[in-house]
């Protein structure tokens, strides 16, 4: 019997690493460098509190004599060596950089998986349902698409804060983050979600679970739902590269995640204050995080796009 398992898994492994998808991904070599770069900045991220020379938010760790600290340059009065430099405060850019990359991180994954959920139940309902449901439901869509996704992010921020009461607003901010950009960007997962399932909802194995009287919402969800989650990883993946940058934008607008919380969009901002007066590094290294971690996670989204496209094989 374990001899029998021991050979299921080893023939599992076997077709999986024959499979298309991976036999695309091992004939590119600049995905799997982004692939590499994408896990060595989300491993860095998750384990900061044990890889991070410095915990940036503890005020006991802090010494404002090592301020403005040049990257691999002793401090003046104590002699530290920091190797990304130090901000204002004398926090240490790396460690800053390691615990501002995880609320990035966390405030995109829970923002797509926010826009992802919603925008496929909308999608499924308005292509089951039709008739008004799926018009009003659609033009909603449409509205909503003439308007920049960073300003309806703004907007919804905004309503949210002034609701909230203001001894909660700081607690409360990366969530109302969090649903402000899923609010802004549920409309591409609707669409693509409204025209595949419009698809397999005309097909014969749909129409034959009807005659038989199996139940709607059992059709939508084990029938249909699987078979439109292809073009959904897709979007979710590059929409993970925007919600990155959207919260990025709004934390530079002073408007994301509070101060004592800071993100790399938080870092860049107050790098930007000293930029022109030769603390260059300051803003260098969080944008530079920012940019590699976008660009990674586009090439990637990018890459299974095109591994998934029956057309291009």
């Known amino acids: 019997m374990q001899l029998i398992k021991m050979r299921d898994r080893m023939n599992f492994f076997t077709n999986a690493w024959d499979s298309d998808l991976v036999w695309s991904f091992r004939q590119a070599p600049l995905v799997m460098v982004a692939a590499l770069m994408t896990t060595v900045i989300v491993l860095a991220a998750v384990l900061a509190p044990l890889i991070a020379p410095h915990d940036p938010f503890n005020p006991a760790t802090l010494n404002l004599m090592d301020g403005f600290t040049p ?25 800053t950089i390691l615990y501002g990359a995880r609320i990035s991180l966390f405030v995109g994954f829970s923002a797509v998986l926010f826009a992802m959920v919603l925008g496929i139940f909308v999608g499924l309902v308005s292509a089951w349902r039709g ?8 033009r909603v869509a449409d509205i909503q698409l003439s308007f920049p996704s960073i300003l309806i992010a703004l907007f919804i921020f905004g309503v949210a804060r002034s609701l909230i009461p203001v001894a909660y607003r700081e607690q409360m901010a990366i969530w109302v983050l969090i649903v402000a950009i899923g609010l802004s960007d549920w409309v591409q997962f609707a669409r693509v979600v409204r025209g595949a399932a419009l698809v397999e909802k005309s097909k014969e194995y749909v129409q034959a679970a009807q005659a038989i009287g199996v139940r709607p919402s059992r059709i939508v ?45 938080t870092l860049i901002r107050i790098g930007q204050g000293f930029l022109f007066s030769g603390e260059w590094w300051i803003i260098l290294f969080p944008s530079l995080t920012l940019l590699a971690l976008a660009l990674s996670v586009n090439l990637l989204g990018d890459w299974l796009r095109d591994a998934l496209n029956p057309k291009l094989k």
């Open 221 to 265: 969800l084990t029938h249909i739902l699987p078979n439109v989650m292809g073009p959904v990883l897709v979007i979710a993946t590059i929409g993970l590269a925007l919600a990155i940058i959207a919260e990025a934008t709004l934390s530079f607008l002073g408007v994301g995640v509070p101060p004592t919380q800071p993100s790399l969009g």
């Open 131 to 138: 008739g008004w449901i799926d018009s009003t439901l659609m």
């Open 71 to 95: 990257p691999m340059t002793p401090n003046a009065m104590s002699g530290q060596v920091y190797l990304l430099g130090t901000d204002n405060q004398g926090r240490d850019i790396l460690s």
